[in-house]
């Protein structure tokens, strides 16, 4: 649906802008609190403005009438998700307080399974809603990864690169772009990898019982996306085709607008 008022536009920036707002004061908390240095408050800093500039832009791109209540606990979760990666990026100076540490990644976590049951029960379900819930996701496994490579060594980092290492192998071969069926293994597996490496981070357990832990959850991630990459090449012929249906129908709808164009122009 369009936007027919300036002023939906408006509170649709709003809605972001009072997001980066409110990232920047849980920098600050934390800055008086824990002492963070600049590179820490560099990185906050920077995830921010990026969030604000990449969701407000996706947000008057998919022309919502409103931010909806789902967004915004996705976009608290995001701000959650700032702050520890700012405490990631401070940790190479000096190690966070775990409690503080695994209070906000654990908060980010359960409020993961809260932004889809609100767009369920409020009908609020948007595409870019799913979009913005999964790439939150992926960018807290990735900064929890850095954070436990630091201990157990760079083949953590595995778990939270696998994913945009799939986006960037998708632009060489478009078979990748196809649509995946509804699949709780590949929900759970998600979740789990934020569990693991959550575990792991609060260093409650033995090195051997977390690198355990960490490796078991890495070996679920692989068989997930295996078994999903081995669907989309047993489907790559139906996605080609339903391609190049897309690709006729566009260049039919243009033939029959030529008339109308020619007669604008005149």
């Not at 832009?57 to 998700?81: C, Q």
């Not at 775990?98 to 609020?124: C, N, Q, S």
């Not at 490496?197 to 692989?222: H, I, K, Q, R, W």
């Not at 006729?248 to 709808?253: L, N, P, Q, V």
């Amino acid at each position: 649906m369009a936007l027919n008022h300036t002023y939906d536009v408006r509170l649709l920036q709003q809605e972001t802008t009072v997001g980066a707002g409110v990232q920047v004061l849980l920098l600050a908390l934390l800055g008086t609190a824990i002492g963070m240095g600049p590179a820490g408050w560099l990185t906050g800093l920077a995830f921010a403005l990026a969030t604000w500039a990449f969701l407000t832009r996706a947000v008057l791109r998919s022309r919502l009438r409103s931010f909806g209540p789902a967004n915004r606990v996705t976009l608290g979760r995001a701000i959650l998700v700032g702050g520890v990666t700012a405490l990631v990026a401070d940790s190479f100076e000096s190690s966070p307080p775990v409690t503080v540490f695994v209070g906000l990644t654990a908060v980010a976590l359960i409020l993961d399974g809260v932004d889809g049951k609100v767009a369920r029960r409020t009908g609020t379900s948007t595409a870019l809603g799913a979009r913005f819930d999964m790439e939150v996701d992926a960018f807290l496994i990735l900064v929890l990864s850095v954070y436990v490579a630091m201990a157990l060594g760079p083949w953590v980092l595995l778990t939270g690169g696998m994913r945009y290492v799939f986006v960037a192998a998708a632009r060489v071969w478009p078979w990748l772009n196809g649509e995946l069926p509804p699949s709780m293994a590949r929900k759970t597996v998600a979740a789990v990898q934020g569990i693991a490496l959550l575990v792991a981070a609060s260093g409650l357990l033995p090195y051997a019982a977390t690198a355990g832990v960490v490796a078991l959850a890495l070996a679920s991630l692989v068989w997930s996306f295996g078994r999903d990459v081995l669907w989309l090449w047993s489907a790559r012929g139906g996605t080609a085709v339903a391609a190049a249906a897309a690709a006729d129908s566009r260049r039919e709808e243009f033939a029959e607008r030529i008339p109308e164009l020619v007669a604008a122009e005149h």
